[in-house]
């Protein structure tokens, strides 16, 4: 029940994402969360939230291909393999093959995510 419960909020961050809804990012990401794109930058949540909101990251949509979730108490894995269409950084609109190695916790019985580095598949 957990895997399915961290593959849910993995969805729910790319919906919230893509609605540039930021109380729905909130709720997926923990307030530890960063992120380490494939260029070696790293962002806070605090600050990839705002890069999404700003435009300057935009999420138009994601089918994932594989997602692959490990449980051990209260932390876990997850690897994401997405089929991801964004803009980002001012370069145009393609798609992406984004693969997404996630770390997540579980706290007040909500699983969150800690940690996610970018790389593609």
């Not at 029940?1 to 893509?18: G, H, N, P, T, V």
Request: hydrophobic content about 40%; charged content about 25%.
């Amino acid at each position: 029940m957990d895997e399915q419960a961290i593959k849910d909020q993995y969805r729910a961050f790319y919906s919230a994402a893509i609605a540039k809804d930021s109380t729905g990012m909130e709720a997926t990401l923990d307030e530890s969360f960063h992120l380490t794109h494939m260029t070696g930058l790293c962002q806070s949540r605090e600050e990839y939230i705002r890069y999404i909101l700003r435009g300057t990251m935009n999420y138009y949509s994601e089918e994932p291909v594989r997602l692959e979730a490990k449980v051990k108490g209260e932390t876990a894995t997850l690897l994401a393999q997405s089929v991801v269409e964004a803009a980002v950084f001012g370069g145009g609109r393609h798609t992406w093959r984004l693969q997404l190695d996630m770390k997540a916790m579980k706290r007040d019985g909500v699983w969150r995510f800690s940690d996610a580095v970018a790389s593609t598949f």
